[in-house]
């Protein structure tokens, strides 16, 4: 039976596909190319099409045996999902409306859901745990809250069983080096200060140094993709053993600062960074960590790049390898 993976020539759709074959499965992947690239799908067999397009979905279920799906398909910047909402709602939503209707019509019980730490919104408290408070800030975070309600209701009428998994900061290239984050344009901390490392920009912009925390700059928790990869693979063979829908945090539990990451950046790839300090990014909440008991405990999931060098240092081998990433 072949697993699909919607998405999977994106970033961590990508690493998702590398993870599953190193792992003898087979694999199907369905992508309009959107933000992924043909040359990040590194085997299996791959679709190009939209996920709202029905008629690619009944091909795709009906020419494999599919008995799961993993769906990364999305657009996930924040900061445009404010300007523009109703694309968000529309990909990210209708997208995964028409999946589960196929799933229903093709009968495939099982999904893995991308989801992220925007559905919390502003945290009450840290290390924030799966049943805190969601209120999310913005339309992406909203859009994903909405999937994962959706999800919850196919449960109950159709016995689909999902597992949601809400991602803090994802980063890192796969080890490799064959795969990494190619984004345009790209937003990211990581990617745009190894930019900066690289001479391709002059250098790396603080969002803001007057938040509550040590130094005044924002704390997040940086995952890396392949450790995020893992967790889903875990998540689907829990599924398939019988266990029930849920949700689950996947962070490493331990916040750095923004300043804290370019000092790491600098002692990694040996180059002068420069920055400055400039205002806030608006919608940026001051720290964001999760906590991942609950993954660690019920999936058995033990990130294996936890340490912010190492998350760097992997990112770093494919920047410098691949200075326009996939082109
Ligand atoms: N930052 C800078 N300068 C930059 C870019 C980012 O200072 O040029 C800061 C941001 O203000 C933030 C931190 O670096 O404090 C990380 O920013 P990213 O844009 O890399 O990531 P975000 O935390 O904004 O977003 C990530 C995911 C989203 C997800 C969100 C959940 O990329 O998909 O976490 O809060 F929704």
Not at 117 to 133: M, N
Not at 142 to 155: F, M, N, P, T, Y
Not at 273 to 285: N, T, W, Y
Request: aromatic fraction near 8%; proline fraction near 3%.
């Amino acid at each position: 039976m072949a697993i699909l993976v919607c998405g999977g020539a994106g970033y961590i759709g990508s690493h998702m596909v590398a993870e599953l074959l190193k792992e003898g499965e087979e694999v199907v992947i369905l992508d309009n190319l959107q933000s992924g690239y043909k040359e990040a799908v590194i085997g299996g067999k791959l679709y190009i099409g939209d996920l709202r397009d029905r008629a690619v979905l009944d091909k795709v279920f009906t020419e494999n045996q599919i008995d799961s799906v993993i769906d990364f398909a999305a657009n996930s910047l924040v900061g445009e999902s404010m300007i523009e909402p109703l694309k968000y709602f529309n990909n990210n939503i209708v997208s995964v409306m028409t999946l589960l209707e196929a799933m229903r019509d093709h009968k495939v019980k099982y999904i893995v859901f991308s989801s992220t730490a925007a559905t919390y919104g502003e945290p009450e408290s840290i290390p924030i745990l799966e049943d805190d408070k969601t209120n999310p800030t913005n339309p992406y975070g909203e859009s994903k809250l909405a999937v994962e309600k959706i999800l919850k209701w196919c449960d109950a009428a159709y016995d689909i069983k999902h597992t949601v998994l809400r991602y803090f900061n994802a980063c890192g290239a796969h080890v490799s080096g064959k795969i990494g984050e190619a984004h345009n344009p790209e937003t990211h901390l990581i990617p745009l200060i190894l930019q900066a490392a690289l001479g391709k920009r002059e250098k790396i912009v603080i969002f803001g140094d007057d938040y509550d925390t040590e130094d005044g700059t924002c704390i997040r928790d940086y995952i890396h993709v392949t450790d995020l990869a893992n967790a889903h693979l875990l998540a689907l063979r829990r599924m398939k053993n019988g266990g029930e829908s849920t949700i689950y945090n996947l962070g490493n539990g331990t916040g750095f600062s923004v300043k804290e990451v370019i000092e790491v950046a600098r002692k990694v790839t040996d180059r002068e960074i420069k920055s400055e300090v400039q205002g806030r990014r608006p919608g940026d909440p001051a720290k964001l960590v999760a906590s991942s008991k609950k993954a660690i405990e019920e999936l058995g999931w033990n990130p294996q790049y936890a340490s912010i060098e190492c998350i760097i240092e992997t990112a770093w081998n494919w920047h410098k390898n691949h200075l326009n990433g996939y082109k």
